[in-house]
């Protein structure tokens, strides 16, 4: 405690003894007049006027009115001037010092006043009389906080009083771990309290509950996980929720609101049965699927499988928005887990029904490439309805890579060759939507027949041709062709063999250059007279 502390519990105690050892008249008097300046004028029975200077009221003088009762005891007469003077204070003290004594031994608080920062501390007046000290500790005041200007209720620590003085020490901190020791004491976990919100974050609502702070993580607020702390509540509007941790170390209470609420999982599968069609708005979209928030802290998936049916890929961006309204069947709860799966696409109908009714065997369709595979392709007749085109039905020519000549949104006409409506399979030709070529070539092509060809590409021992008269390929070897080819060049040429249950076809450019050569020397042999033709001589040769 400061000198100047010490100086002001001297005097206190001196102005005491006065009071205690100096006989004076206790009365009672009615305010008259209120003076700012020199305080009040009274009425309290005598042949004069009473004076009860500013300095000997209990409160400033504005908190007084006229015809107020206050008790004073006399202090002096001043006969030539006709007053009394009057003390409001001294006849409070002893009645003060007893209760604040009694506020020590009961430990309860008292009402003090911060009115001065000292060293360590700060100098209190309680019931704005009595000089106190708290040490800066246990003010609970920051470093760059100030002080509070009005009453704060306080502990007293210590209480002493001898012939030099007397020491009052009091305490903010010290009552308030009181309170939280009482408060902890009475409540519980599960205990249902009340309280004023002081801040509001992102993550947690903070709520007064006197002594104790209480957080409700975001987490706690509501069923509703969509809910921010700011969409439930304010600073200064009043909260009540449940008590679910109490932390001894930092006296922080963990509440939460949303115990208090009726738990929607409890009995979603006798309001939401699995069947049931709902139609409710698109939460949020995701790579997997997207969810439906079918009520307040119930959402659903809608699996990527259960979008759409057959194995079309889907831009799920694309078909939906958030916020969209659409229709969707409960398909699976688990109350344990709160996850409900829901499907897009039952609602929609399965297109695999019937679907012998629709298409048959031998019809031709048109239909959407949706994948290209190294095996084949895969084609969506309709929303849900896909078949499978092998690569050897694609056409009757050998085809190197398809890849190049089919790609995914393209459409193809194709005719059905397989349906199994049980296993939702379905194989397609499109090779078969025109005639065989190669039955043409079993009945009008023959061996040393001359064809047009085009050539398609060159490989290690020769060259791929189509027949231009018959869309069919051909093989020339390199030693049948008469010079280099290039791709896309038109040549003639003989079939040396043909084999059409192999679709096999071989032709020569130098067989052909020799037939015609043997025809052209035949003719001029005609022309010039001649009986024998080259074929005749070399014959002849041979015998």
Known sequence: MSNEEKGDMKQFDEYLNFVEGTPGELVEGIVTRIDPQEGLVVDFGGKFEGIVPQRELVH???????????????????????????????????????????????????????VQETKGGYRVLLQNMVPAFMPGSHSLIRRDQKPPKDEIDLLILDYKRGRRGFNIVVSKRALQ???????????????????????????????????????????????????????????????????????????????????????????????????????????????????????????????????????????????????????????????????????????????????????????????????????????????????????????????ADHTSL?????????????????????RLSVKRTVPNPWNRVSESLRENDEVKATVNSKTKNGYIVTLDDFDVEAFIPSKQASEELLEGSKIEGVVLKIVPELRKIIISQIKLEEKRNLEEYNKKMRDNGGTKTLGDIMRGAMR
């Open 60 to 114: 400033s003088v504005e908190e007084y009115e006229q015809g107020q009762k206050v008790k004073l005891q006399v202090m002096r007469f001043d006969e030539e001037e006709g007053y009394v003077f009057l003390s409001e204070r001294k006849p409070r003290m002893k009645e003060l010092l007893t209760k604040l004594q009694e506020a020590y031994e009961d430990n309860v608080p008292v009402k003090g006043r911060v």
């Open 177 to 399: 771990e009181k309170r939280q020791n009482e408060f902890l004491a009475v409540h519980k976990e599960g205990d249902v309290v009340k309280g004023k919100v002081v801040k509001v974050d992102s993550n947690s609502i903070h709520v007064d509950l006197g002594p104790v702070q209480g957080v409700v993580p975001r987490n706690l607020i509501s069923h509703d996980p969509s809910l921010l702390p700011k969409d439930v509540c304010s600073v200064g509007s009043e909260v009540e929720a449940k008590i679910v941790k109490i932390a001894d170390h930092s006296k922080v209470i963990t509440l939460s609101m949303k115990d208090l609420e009726p738990d929607p999982w409890q009995t979603i599968r006798e309001r939401y049965p699995v069947g049931t069609i709902i139609e409710k708005p698109i939460k949020s979209i995701l790579p997997f699927g997207f969810f439906v928030t079918i009520e307040p802290g119930v959402d659903g998936l809608v699996h990527i499988s259960e979008i759409v049916w057959g194995r079309k890929r889907v831009d799920l961006h694309k078909m939906f928005k958030v916020g969209q309204t659409v229709q969707v069947e409960v398909v699976e709860i688990n109350e344990q887990e709160h996850r409900i799966a829901l499907s897009y696409k039952k609602v929609k109908g399965d297109p695999w029904e019937n679907i012998e009714q629709k298409y048959k065997e031998e019809n031709t369709v048109t239909a959407e490439v949706v994948r290209v595979l190294p095996s084949g392709i895969i084609v969506e007749l309709e929303e849900g309805v896909t078949g499978f085109i092998p690569k050897s039905e694609l056409s009757w020519k050998r085809i």
């Open 406 to 426: 089919f790609k995914e949104k393209q459409q193809v006409t194709a005719k059905i060759i397989s349906l199994d409506a049980e296993q939702r399979r379905m």
